[in-house]
């Protein structure tokens, strides 16, 4: 639990969790794998990483102050549904073809192989894993109290996320299940 008082409030700027936030990267690309709250259009990953985060580190604070977070997804492109902390298409989209093309040209402009979200639950308790292994899920809804908007509980499905080079595997309680990354 974060001790906080009511002058700072944890997401306030000067709180334990908004002083954190404010320094951390919204979109980042490690060896050849792109990590992102929800993921990076190609619109966004053409800015590139640096560009990006700058944007969403000078953004954040006025975010955080606005009060009224919906409308702030508007004032703040890089907070809003297609930035890279709320893009839900890779996940969510079913034309797997147009998904594909998308992530093509968003890993293309980020020179990377394979995109890495999370808070997009998945509808398994395994990650969700599209393109040929080039865009994985890993909100397999690990926390106990996670409910779907209709109340249903649906949680508490451990995973863990590996990768070792080229080799992606995904960890359960129950084994371990490599995950093909297209072909290199």
Known sequence: MVAHD????PF???GEIGRWLKH???MQVIDGTVYAHGGVSPYWAKLGCERTNLQAQKSI???IHSGDLLAAKMQFPVFGDNGPAWYRRYAYDKDEAAVSELLDEALEALG???MVVAHSPTRSPKMHVRCQGKFIDIDTKISRFFKWPDGTPDGNHLSALEIIGDQVTAIYPDGRELISCGAD
């Open 24 to 26: 951390l990267p919204i």
């Open 12 to 14: 306030s700027e000067h």
């Open 112 to 114: 990377a192989q394979r």
């Open 61 to 63: 604070k006025r975010y």
């Open 6 to 9: 009511e002058q700072h409030p």
